[in-house]
């Protein structure tokens, strides 16, 4: 513990506090409570600032496509002799687990059938609904999220491994800030980093729990309660905190590979099992509508239509802040993973392989759902609004042949990816509050693991996780300024080694 700096202390103590504030009972402080104040904070800034998200989530799309074609592409992240760490498979293993695997398993079904029966514009459950909701799946998890991700990662990676600078976020900043950085404004965003990134994994592991429940409940009858979801986070906290224990190298590694392989094996038994056709034809239509439609959806704004906004807030707003809370964990974990890499490379990798894996999931899961809720009659939503969102997936698969076999698939990639998100996270905890360490001590990571597990129990037992996500979505407010601030430092420090060096790393002259 010799080496943990005082973010660590400081977001600890916050951590607790925050974790007591969301235990004590609505009625005991009913003005006061934790849910009340945090939901009253997100709607102002959801209200007053959508604007403000989705400028800056386009913002770095349009970073990130500049650096494809500038000059900077060529750049490494490391030193000239650097070679990657990760083969392209393992890499992209590693960076889709960590970034919205588990996501994708909630919301791959549910997403595009909940916008069918209530699109942001237009009639419901028409041709022209089915392809809007499939369109703004893909926009809320395709080009603007993983550029988020992109933008921050490339930060770290360049400086850590090409500047040789802490792996923290703040260092990221010395260009524009110098050494004032080092001192109270430094602790203050590293701290923001470890805020967000624990309030929005603990959050995420009560979700799983919730849908690793729920999917027992519909295959083998078991009851969804509490004591079975925290049974199950107990049993992962167990396999996730030994994962980050063994490293990157072994643990984190091997179940990325493993969760691609069983993703893949998934969503190809749904691809042929079921209507493939429609699936591939859905696809290619809404691959094309999402990419003719993307720069009027990154600045579509509703001022004239109330129920319109309402969409707007709870999806798109909602996911831009989501993605930003994340931005922190996800983008040092992807930058960890991908010295060697230049920029060019990096950024291509990072947008499209994910983005173009995750329209192909939401076609064969929300198409399917879709395709049974327009030519079966099978009724999907009604089940969803009586059972839950996390029994989407479930409602799906049950009108598949071997439907138990699939459906037990699912439920252990659910874990696969629970496991690798919350591994993954610890380990970025323990970077962020030991300077920048890249391989942070077992004691600080395995402090983190059972911080993070009894956050999400705790609250998951009181109910209080949708305040904890709503906290998490409030740190992206500060968190999207500093980011905003760390594209104008990349710049100035191109432009700085430019002048001194080529671009291959050699001193000119």
Known sequence: MKKVTRVFYI????????????????????????????NIIQTFLVDKFGWFYLLSATAFVVFSIYLIFSKYGNIKLGRPGDKPEYSYLTWFAMLFSAGMGIGLVFWGAAEPISHYHTPPFGAKETDDAAITAMQYSFFHWGVHPWAIYATIALALAYFKF???????????????????????????IDFIVVFATIFGVSTSLGLGAIQISGGLSYVTGLESTITVQLIIIAIVTVFYITSAMTG?????????????????????????????????????????????NLP??????????????????KWTFFYWAWWIAWAPFVGTFIARVSRGRTIREFVLGVILVPTIFGALWFSVFGGSAIHLEVFKDANIIQTINDLGEETA?????????????????????????????ADSAT???????????????????????????SAAAVLLWQGGLSALQT????????FAIIMILVIFSLVKSFRREAKEFDLTGKRKG
């Open 471 to 478: 906290a998490s979505i409030i740190a992206a407010f500060p």
């Open 162 to 188: 090409r500047k040789q600078a802490p792996g923290v976020v703040s260092a990221v900043l010395e260009p524009i800030f110098g050494d004032r950085i080092k001192g109270t404004w430094g602790t203050v």
């Open 393 to 421: 997936l479930f409602a799906v698969l049950e009108k598949f042949p071997i439907s138990t076999v699939i459906s037990v698939i699912a439920i252990l990639l659910i874990c696969t990816f629970f496991i690798t998100s």
């Open 11 to 38: 977001s600890a103590i916050v951590v607790a506090l925050f974790i007591i504030w969301g235990i004590i009972p609505k009625d005991v402080w009913p003005n006061a409570n934790l849910d009340n104040v945090t």
């Open 296 to 313: 009027s959806m990154s600045l579509r704004m509703t001022p004239f239509s109330e129920a319109n906004s309402d969409w707007q807030n």
């Open 427 to 453: 380990f970025v905890l323990g970077m962020q509050t030991t300077g920048g360490s890249l391989d942070p001590a077992n004691s600080v990571k395995f402090i983190w693991g059972i911080i993070q597990s």
């Open 248 to 292: 990157l190298n072994k643990g984190i590694k091997y179940l990325s590979n493993a969760n691609l392989a069983l993703a893949v094996l998934l969503m190809l038994f749904v691809l042929f099992l079921g209507p493939t056709n429609f699936i591939m034809n859905y696809f290619t239509t809404t691959l094309g509508s999402y990419i003719q």
